[in-house]
């Protein structure tokens, strides 16, 4: 019932505030406006980030916080959304509204850059990196992109080089505690030649 209300209540205010950007729970999914380009059998889709000029200020308990850390807050933690109209003006930077989301009174969001986390937490000899959040890559800049440390349940790693295309890089994938991620988790996979079984624990 709470992810349904939280879900509805950030659509609301993603539509007052005239984003064109839709939402998706669990952790929120951005997606992105489409350009699609019509070949003779391919149907091909370029992914546009359009930069949004009109965004409301996003308070987590009465904190301003940036707007990427609602893709890893975790929605069983909110107690409340709302939604308030109007221009605003915080440190200089003009808002168009406010959406203020309030917590239970026992859990307090850890906010993390996602470059912090890579220094805390990972030893990566090449510095090219692609973040992504379950199945979503994320493109931002990896210095202001926040998330909730306390939401990640794995931090996985994987080395990408293609000698061809010149390209050697880290994808680091953030799987978060969605009940999803939680249940897979549990499930252990146990190969044989040519079968293999699940143990759930």
């Known amino acids: 019932m709470k992810k349904s209300f939280f879900m509805i209540s950030l659509l609301v205010a993603f539509v007052s505030f005239g984003q064109e950007k839709s939402v998706k729970v669990v952790g929120l999914t951005i997606t992105n406006p489409e350009t699609t ?5 391919i149907k091909i889709v370029y992914q546009n980030e359009t930069k949004q000029n009109k965004k409301p200020a996003y308070f987590i308990n009465g904190k301003l916080v940036n707007e990427s850390i609602l893709r890893t807050l975790n929605p069983n933690e909110i107690s409340s959304v709302a939604v308030e109209k109007g221009e605003v003006v915080i440190n200089n930077v003009t808002y168009y509204g406010k959406l203020k989301i309030e917590t239970k ?9 996602l470059n912090d986390l890579k220094a805390k937490y990972l030893k990566l000899k090449e ?19 926040v998330v909730d440390e ?31 991620n939680i249940k897979n988790a549990k499930e252990i996979i146990i190969r044989g030649n040519d079968e293999f079984s699940i143990i759930k624990n």
Request: overall charge neutral; aromatic content about 10%; cysteine-free.
């Open 150 to 180: 306390n939401y990640i349940l794995k931090i996985i790693i994987e080395t990408f080089e293609n000698k061809d295309e010149k390209l050697k890089l880290n994808i680091v994938t953030l799987l978060t505690k969605s009940e999803k």
């Open 37 to 41: 380009i019509q070949s003779d059998s």
């Open 127 to 145: 510095k090219q990196t692609i973040f992504k959040i379950d199945d979503a890559i994320i493109n931002a800049d990896y210095n202001t992109y």
């Open 105 to 113: 009174n026992n859990y307090l969001p850890k906010p993390i850059t």
